[in-house]
């Protein structure tokens, strides 16, 4: 990533590194963790990986917002702050599956450290709105 990348990039690195840790914590355990081909298929076909998608949801938003060639537009930024708050913290019924599971997972050290990566860099782009 560049020394100071927009902050739609930074925020979409944050999730994409919990969501990459939740996925092999997820398959881990299991023939998945092995075998990235199995895995691709088991997050987009396996009930167990459904969870997962709020994640990779937000993901897509954030690159399609970015793909028009400019950054997010405000609005746009700021329900994307909101909505990763509410996939670490909770308080939005759409969530409370991802968020329940990210609980779960937090257990694990990897998991807890890119969530806690995730809230502050939300926590530092708010500010940086505000200021």
């Known amino acids: ?25 997820q398959a881990s355990g299991t023939p998945l963790a092995s075998n990235p081909y199995a895995l691709l298929q088991a997050v987009m ?16 938003h954030i690159d399609e917002a970015a793909a ?20 670490v913290d909770g308080g939005d019924p759409e969530t409370a599956t991802s968020h329940a599971m990210l609980q779960m997972h937090q257990l694990r050290p990897e998991i807890a450290g890119k969530a806690a990566t995730l809230r502050q860099v939300v926590a530092e782009l708010r500010l940086g709105r505000a200021s």
């Open 1 to 25: 990533m560049p020394p100071n990348p927009p902050p739609h990039r930074r925020l979409a690195a944050a999730i994409a590194d919990l969501h990459r840790a939740l996925l092999n914590a």
């Open 45 to 60: 076909h396996d009930p167990a990986f459904t969870w997962l998608r709020a994640f990779s949801t937000l993901l897509l």
């Open 68 to 87: 028009k060639g400019a950054t997010p537009s405000p609005e746009a930024m700021e329900g994307f702050l909101t909505r990763a708050s509410q996939l």
